[in-house]
């Protein structure tokens, strides 16, 4: 199979570990005899530097004309602390998804049995956790109208949701649960926001086309609570993009390292696959960082975009090996030896 792949690596170490992925993904290539064609593309602080703006028209023609995104990190702490900046690396990630219609975004939560001690969370309450958030992407809040009033010192964002977009997200959410555990928790607001209203009422209505889910509807803050008390209890949770952006932080806590989750995002016109951490500004350059979420990626990239089963599962055994042999960056190596991000990769392209 020829796959044509886009290559947005982004700033920070979003280059290193990028390149990582590549080297995975070209021995999956090898191995399964397939032939892979990336194109890279500028984004984020790297574009705004080269061309005034991060997300241009000539990288958003690369991934309209990808078979899939392989995407990095976007972030620059020179932004950061200028509230003033007109141009942020953050305004091409938003424009990136609204362009591509990302409209869902996939970030599963799970345990890897050799590290479970690593996560701040005790064993017994993480033990057989197996997740998913889906989170809306492309709506909401992100998206709403926002500004400051005549006076400058009142500011506004709005939140709007339609039926529309919360049928095609629900409609993913119930039919991952009918491929998983067959339980869905829609997380809302409803005693408050009227939106949330719009979701449950939605989704309520979408339940009799889904007679083996069992559907639950939770409050977003109790949801914030039981995620670290019994996040085994939960199957596939679906939410609105300001929620699900907070609660996905939250539960890659379970897993004990930002660096090893993976996500995609599903589109209108394609699909992107990421790792759920940023830039780490202060590792960048330094060979330090975990390549794992992002080799990751490239296995949800092989199954979800290409329907290729046995090759994202070979990359998954892979990585198991590297935890369960120590062959990993200093985030997961404790008081034994920490390889860099490059040698990771090699080991992992040397052993699929
Ligand atoms: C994420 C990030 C982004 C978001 C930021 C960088 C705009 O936190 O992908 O979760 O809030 O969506
Ligand atoms: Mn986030």
């Given at each position: 199979m020829k796959l044509n792949i886009a290559l947005l690596a982004g700033d920070g170490i979003g280059p290193e570990v990028i390149d990582q992925a590549v080297k995975v993904s070209n021995a999956i290539a090898k191995k399964f005899n397939h032939e892979i064609e990336w194109t890279s593309a500028l984004t984020g602080a790297a574009a705004i530097d080269a061309v005034?703006?991060?997300?241009p028209d000539s990288t958003h023609a690369v991934c309209m004309a990808a078979d899939a995104v392989l995407f990095g990190a976007i972030g620059h702490p020179r932004f950061d602390?200028?509230?003033?900046?007109?141009?942020?690396?953050e305004q091409g990630l938003l424009k990136m998804r609204k362009a591509l219609g990302l409209y869902a975004n996939v970030r599963p939560t799970f345990t890897f049995p050799s590290l479970i001690d690593n996560s701040p969370l005790k064993r017994e309450r993480i033990e057989g956790t197996d997740l998913i958030i889906l989170r809306e992407l492309t709506g909401g809040i992100y998206f709403g109208e926002r500004g400051r009033k005549d006076d400058g010192d009142t500011a506004f964002d709005t939140c709007t949701y339609t039926k529309e977009e919360v049928v095609r997200l629900a409609k993913l959410g119930f039919e991952m649960a009918m491929q998983r555990g067959k339980k869905l928790c829609c997380v809302d607001k409803a005693n408050v926001l009227e939106t949330s209203r719009l979701w449950r009422q939605t989704v309520q209505a979408m339940e009799k086309d889904y007679p083996e889910v069992t559907v639950s509807y939770e409050f977003v803050d109790a949801v914030a609570m039981r995620l670290v008390q019994w996040p085994s209890s939960y199957d596939v949770l679906i939410t609105e993009n300001l929620f699900g952006d907070i609660l996905t932080d939250e539960a890659s806590v379970i897993s004990g390292s930002m660096g090893l989750m993976p996500s995609s995002s599903i589109g209108v016109h394609t699909s992107l696959f990421e790792p759920i951490?940023?830039?780490y500004p202060q590792a960048a350059?330094?060979?330090?960082?975990?390549p794992l979420a992002t080799v990751l990626s490239a296995a949800m990239m092989f199954e979800?975009?290409?329907?290729?089963k046995e090759e994202a599962a070979a990359i998954r055994d892979v990585v198991n090996k590297s935890l369960a042999e120590g062959v990993v960056t200093e985030d997961l190596a404790g008081k034994n030896k920490a390889y860099k991000t490059s040698e990771v990769g090699d080991w992992l392209a040397a052993n699929v």
């Open positions: 005034g703006e991060p997300y602390n200028d509230p003033t900046a007109k141009v942020r690396p951490h940023g830039s350059g330094k060979d330090i960082a975990n979800d975009a290409f329907g290729l």
